[in-house]
């Protein structure tokens, strides 16, 4: 079972920014997303990078939230800036090895991290 290790989660006000990281065994994935869930919602997509580099943003975070990966250090990152109250979830980062499916269906994702806790408040 491939391992997908997330960093640890934080606390931070409202206007701040946050990294979040994932360190894969290998970044050779046809894409890797970002994912979030608030209590008693369904888990969201925030933003998704390809292997060639070419990246989508959720409407709901563009302009705030980055993704972005290392191929040399196996990581995937997610740069939070001007964060919001509402951007409290857990978030997950995920990894698809081929191209079935859409971006956008966590169902279409095979490997995941653990998740970690991300709290913004007012």
């Known amino acids: 079972q491939v391992q997908l290790q997330e960093s640890g989660g934080d606390s931070v006000q409202a206007g701040g920014s946050l990294r979040r990281s994932c360190a894969a065994p290998?970044?050779?994935?046809?894409?890797m997303s970002w994912f979030r869930q608030a209590p008693g919602k369904e888990r969201a997509w925030v933003a998704a990078i390809y292997s060639d580099g070419s990246t989508h943003v959720a409407a709901s975070v563009k302009g705030r939230f980055t993704i972005s990966k290392d191929n040399t250090e196996n990581s995937l990152y997610l740069q939070m800036n001007s964060l919001k109250p509402e951007d409290t979830a857990m978030y997950y980062c995920?990894?698809?090895?081929?191209?079935?499916?859409?971006?956008?269906?966590?169902?279409?994702?095979?490997?995941w991290g653990q998740g970690t806790q991300v709290t913004v408040s007012s």
């Open positions: 995920a990894a698809a090895p081929s191209r079935r499916g859409s971006y956008l269906n966590w169902r279409d994702y095979d490997y």
């Open positions: 290998t970044l050779t994935y046809v894409r």
